[in-house]
Every structure is written in structure tokens, then in C-alpha cells.
């Protein structure tokens, strides 16, 4: 019996879970919830390998990494794990090729997939990977949630839980992953290569996610969230903007801090000290501001939620910058 690798940053309260269940003992369908970027196709897939492994262990959750089974995850190519991202379809498709790492999937494929007996002879492990079921797609897989055929483990992945079908979600066993700490964060940042005060500053506004962490260093967001950050304070204060920074490229990452911080503005004026933030660095930043009437802060955010509804359009990025800048001009002035 080995101890065996189980390789996942964070993940505590999941990682504890699984370590007190038997392999006997596994419901038939889990639902892994919360924020993007905190580990939940990781933690999946590293459950899958635990479960395929063919070294013996001494809990359920660890891998040797040397077995076949184990070698054939890590390539992809294992028989008995079907990995589903995307959207799930009703539709005809020739599936020939099987569904690993599909981007986008039938109903009728994973019923046919579902149907068939482990190639190893022992478990089928399904996941479905930051799912969205058509609800046709929903209705034709009902039963397999409902009652999968023996030996199939099926795992949903998803950061919006609220739009899974009420009558999947309530035969699925769910567990919440939280949000990353900072140093999980930054070890992650770090297993990609990236230097350690870059990393930081990264891992310090991601929010508990180091998907986010990663998106905002390979975008380069960084240094266009602090652009944005002084944008939106001059515009609180009524002073002349330039709303350059707003580009095709870089127009839904400024308005989706822009929407942050004036949700976080809404939070502190209603609740203090006493409710989380998006963006907590600028928590103090947002104390010192005048109060205002939360409605007006409200028709702000709903402007910004319009400019986002533009930013898929044909109007100028520059155009829908000044569009905000005038909802929020002097709204933190004295």
C-alpha cells in the first residue's frame, strides 16, 4: 500500500471530504461549485486518476503516476474517462472519436458513452467541465443522473450553479470549493513560471482565483486595472478623463472593474466593515468618499451593466467609455 500523490493546491475543505469516504462509499454524481479559477476541474480530474489508479493505496484519494492507468490520464487517452466542456447539446453527431477533452457535446453521444461497460473493467468516470445543459440536453440525461448505470461516477464542474436545472442539481451531491489564499495563488502562479513580485501583484487582486490571477498576467491587466482604478476616481471627482484606455481589447476588463468597484461602493455605503468586497485593496479608497444615496449609486450600475451590453456591438469602445464616465462624473464629490 502506497500513501500515493494527491497534487492540489488548496481545495482544503473537498480535499477532506473525499479522504473520509471509501471508493464504496462515493455517491454517483457530485457537484463541484464555486468561483472560476479555485480548482475545480483540477481537483476533478485529479479524483478521476485517484480512482483509476491501479496501485493500491491507503485512502481514496492519491495516484502513483507510474502505473498505465495513470499515464494514459495524464495523456488523455484513458478509455474509461470521458472529460465533456462546454455546452451539452441535443444533436447528431458521428462521435467516432469518442468525447475526451470535447468542447462541445450531444446528449445523444453521452447517452450512448454512458451506455457502454468500462474498457479496464473497473469504474467510468464522466465529467463535465464548466457544463451548460441545453435543457433538452437536461431532460435526456435526467435519468443517468438519476440513477447511473453501475461502475459511472459522474462529476459537473460549474461557477454559476444557479443556472444548472433544478432537476439536475438536486441529484447531484454538491461541494463548494473557496476561494484561493494569496500564497495558494501565488505557488500555482509560480508552477507556471511566473516571477514571484509579479506574481504577487497578480495574486493580490484576483479575488480568490487564480484563473483570474493568470487571465489578468497573460492579458497584461495589471497595469490597465490601475489605469482604470484613476479613470474612475477623477470621474467620482468631476475632473476631466481621458477614456483612452478603453480598446477593443481592453474595454470589457475596464468595465468589469469599473462595475466592481462601484458594487463594492454600494456594499460599504449600506454595510461598512461588516460585508465582503470584490476589490478589497480599494475598500479604503471607497470609505472616503462622500455618502450617497444608494439609488444613485444603483442607476450607476445600471449604467455600466448597459455599457457592458454595448461593449457587443458596433459602438465605439471610446464612445461607451464616456458613456460611464458621464454616470459616474461627480457622483463622489462633496
Keep these: 500500500m502506497i500513501e500515493g500523490t494527491f497534487d492540489v493546491i488548496g481545495a482544503q475543505a473537498p ?14 454524481a457530485y457537484l463541484f ?3 472560476e ?9 485529479r479524483l478521476a486518476q485517484s480512482l483509476l489508479c491501479q496501485t493500491p493505496k491507503r485512502t481514496l484519494l492519491g495516484y502513483c503516476n507510474r502505473c498505465a492507468a495513470c499515464v494514459r490520464v495524464a495523456s ?3 478509455p474509461d474517462l470521458v472529460i465533456s466542456s462546454g455546452a451539452v447539446k441535443i444533436g447528431d453527431r458521428d462521435g467516432a472519436g469518442g468525447l475526451h477533452e470535447s468542447a462541445e457535446a450531444t446528449a445523444r453521444e453521452l447517452v450512448r458513452q454512458l451506455s457502454f461497460h468500462s474498457y479496464a473493467g473497473g469504474r467510468r468516470i464522466f465529467i463535465f467541465a464548466d457544463v451548460e445543459f441545453t435543457r433538452e440536453a437536461a431532460n435526456a440525461l435526467l435519468k443517468f443522473f438519476e440513477e447511473p448505470p453501475a461502475g459511472v461516477l459522474l462529476i459537473v464542474t460549474t461557477s454559476v450553479p444557479g443556472r444548472l436545472l433544478p432537476t439536475i442539481r438536486s441529484r447531484l451531491v454538491e461541494v463548494v470549493f473557496p476561494p484561493l489564499r494569496e500564497e495558494e495563488i501565488l505557488e500555482i502562479l509560480k508552477r507556471h513560471g511566473i516571477e514571484e513580485a509579479q506574481g504577487r501583484r497578480a495574486a493580490a487582486i484576483a479575488r480568490g482565483s487564480a484563473g483570474r490571477a493568470l487571465r489578468f ?13 484613476q ?26 472593474t469599473a462595475k466592481a468597484l462601484t458594487r463594492d461602493w454600494i456594499a460599504v455605503s449600506i454595510a461598512g466593515e461588516e ?5 478589497p485593496d480599494q475598500r479604503a479608497a471607497l470609505k472616503k468618499l462622500p455618502p450617497r444615496d444608494p439609488r444613485r449609486l444603483l442607476r450607476a450600475l445600471e449604467a455600466i451593466s448597459e455599457a457592458q451590453r454595448l461593449a457587443g456591438t458596433n459602438v465605439s469602445p471610446g464612445l461607451i467609455a464616456e458613456y460611464v464616465r458621464m454616470a459616474l462624473t461627480g457622483l463622489g464629490s462633496a
Design 231 to 256: 479613470w474612475y476616481f477623477a470621474a467620482l471627482a468631476g475632473r476631466s478623463v481621458d477614456s483612452s484606455w478603453a480598446t477593443r481589447q481592453t474595454l470589457e476588463a475596464g468595465l468589469e
Design 275 to 279: 460585508i465582503p468586497v470584490l476589490l
Design 76 to 78: 488523455g487517452t484513458h
Design 33 to 35: 461549485s464555486g468561483e
Design 37 to 45: 479559477g479555485v480548482g475545480k476541474k483540477t481537483f476533478a480530474s
Design 217 to 229: 498576467l497573460e492579458n497584461d491587466e495589471i497595469d490597465l486595472r490601475e489605469t482604470v482604478l
Design 15 to 28: 480535499t477532506a471530504f473525499f479522504e473520509h469516504l471509501t471508493a464504496e462509499g462515493l455517491a454517483h
